[in-house]
DNA sequence: CTGTTAGCGCCTTCAG
DNA sequence: CTGAAGGCGCTAACAG
């Protein structure tokens, strides 16, 4: 039925292991130019390819790294994000000469139960996205010993390594772009009322550099839920004496982003000509819209690229792990912020 | 290091056999009670588990699907439809106990380097999102006998399987509630020059509607471009006298309906009281926007289902191919369809 | 430089 | 009802 090594050796009229050899370019062993080209040629003759599970059995490894996505992935909120992060790996992963399997945070029943989908041999090691706080998934993998990183900051375990934008750094770009153009009201927009890890460290950014020019930083917030944003946003901005109003805004996602450019919009008020609005990740939502919107880019190849790269190296080393790599965004500057009115 | 079926042979005073035929529940082979007690009792005390990769070198097969994604995933017009349908699939697949490993389209060079790629043991067979049409990725795959299903009609080799939703009936529901709502000039938009094989359906659906009550089909092309969009919605919309402007408009995707409906309101035509349109798929991207979207909902859950049915059945019967499953999809009524102004 | 010898961890006859 | 034996396809020492 399906070519073997054994067919090969047999072919070319040498040992399996020779086979192995060649086609493994094996730096250890030596071989003969003269075999070499013969073995190569039986290979290509028999359409031989080796089989990725019989290898995975000797060598214990699968050069294959899991995903395992949110439970919740299926928010069309979330997906535009995940989709390009999803992206970034799946492309560094291909680079990196690793493929992929995907899990979803309803694989994650409990420890007990579901412990051993994601260490039956076919993933070498697991990529988390974003899980949920209440989950024991990340402290039962550690303890399993389980290679893992988390494409989020966590904000919990020591041991558990991650990669993240560098969410400080990059809310305090943005806040400075606005800065420089002359806004002095500058309102920060949380988009939950228990904020999550990241959205507080883009507060912190964002305070950052308000304090730095001695201005006060102040926040709100806007869920995406479209009358619960219109409730939050009409008292911030519409019911709002001019003078008081902010005249920008700095949102911690694209979508809420782009919520409340459109809310602003209905009422009246122009973007950017009134208010200057910046989004937080350029995942692609603001395409949909007509406004081109001022954003951070997040770098998802490179956060990807090295989510593997620190995963592997777990691998290679178990005690390799508790790492992080905080990468830069770059702002993008677009067509929702321009220079306040009010110079 | 890791417990292995002989160490739980050995706990539980068994052979390596009898341990298999517990844990498999094996069908064939009869086991006594208390032995089965007392292998299943040694297992846990192990915490043994498995290996995938061994089980897979024995049986050929790894309970795993392949999704081979579009090379141009990334475009985030593309996101929101593939996301949706990505998650049914994933669902599904958990449901009938698959695995499931990613390829990017990029993957596919061509057919002699990367056929391998795809049939080294680890997936027992491919699901295809939307191939480009030059490729030739398709027609290798079933001179190479993979078990392969297609998630888009293919509108091309006979003997490739595939599931669909029913882009005609869906079409002829979507424009028949415009009819019902006393609409008379409907128009259909394209979202390309050369339609791709789903847009053609969707106008036929259209079109069956429209000529079964008397009326005359017409169409339009309106790209996703931004000033593209703008320069086709002009002239078909607003440049026209009233009395021969269409009061209702179906699209091929929701991205383009949201896209129109946007460019309408900024020349101030009211969604839906001067024009009524709709969407397809119904893929999320709609709650990004202030309007909520008429459109068909793309049944995700079940085509991911149907795709894994019949990738199974191919994969246990290699004959069994050339099938095709077209499942209905669901009128979602919402904000942007209203009785026609001319009533 | 190349072949021999052992497995990797599991499943599947086939005897007992 | 259970165990022994053989093999899946490959790689990794270790000899020659």
């Given at each position: ?35 070499r ?17 019989a ?52 694989h ?22 974003y899980?949920?706080?209440d ?14 990183v ?21 809310s ?15 309102i ?29 930083p ?12 219109e409730a ?9 004496p ?6 920008g ?53 490179d ?6 790269e ?29 220079p306040?009115?009010?110079n």
């Amino acid at each position: 039925m399906s070519v073997s090594i054994r067919d090969v050796a047999a072919h070319a009229g040498v040992s399996r292991a020779t086979v192995s050899k060649v086609l493994n370019e094996s730096a250890t062993a030596q071989i003969a130019a003269s075999t070499r080209e013969r073995v190569r040629l039986a290979a290509k003759e028999l359409g031989y390819h080796p089989s990725a599970i019989a290898r995975g059995l000797t060598r214990k490894q699968m050069d294959t790294v899991g995903i395992v996505l949110p439970p919740a992935l299926s928010a069309p909120t979330a997906s535009t994000f995940y989709s390009s992060l999803f992206n970034g790996v799946l492309q560094a992963a291909a680079d990196l000469g690793q493929n992929v399997t995907v899990f979803t945070g309803e694989h994650w029943v409990d420890a007990k139960t579901s412990l051993h989908r994601f260490r039956d041999g076919r993933v070498d090691g697991l990529l988390l996205f974003y899980q949920p706080p209440d989950s024991d998934i990340i402290s039962t993998l550690l303890d399993a010993e389980v290679p893992v990183v988390s494409m989020d900051d966590p904000h919990g375990d020591e041991r558990l390594s991650y990669v993240d934008v560098d969410n400080i750094a990059g809310s305090r770009v943005v806040t400075e772009h606005l800065l420089d153009l002359g806004h002095q009201r500058i309102i920060f927009l949380y988009e939950r009322h228990t904020p999550l890890h990241y959205e507080i460290q883009r507060e912190v950014g964002y305070q950052e550099a308000m304090t730095a020019r001695g201005l006060t930083p102040s926040h709100g917030v806007v869920r995406y839920n479209q009358e619960m944003a219109e409730a939050a946003v009409k008292p911030l901005f519409v019911d709002c004496p001019v003078n008081e109003r902010p005249t920008g805004v700095i949102c911690c996602s694209d979508w809420q982003a782009i919520r409340v450019v459109g809310i602003l919009k209905r009422h009246g008020l122009r973007v950017p000509e009134d208010i200057s609005i910046t989004g937080f990740n350029d995942d692609g939502a603001a395409l949909l819209t007509q406004t081109p919107l001022t954003t951070l880019r997040q770098p998802y190849y490179d956060l990807g690229k090295a989510a593997i790269e620190l995963l592997l190296m777990q691998i290679a080393d178990r005690t390799k792990r508790g790492e992080r790599r905080i990468l830069p965004g770059t702002l993008r500057i677009d067509g929702t912020t321009a220079p306040s009115p009010q110079n």
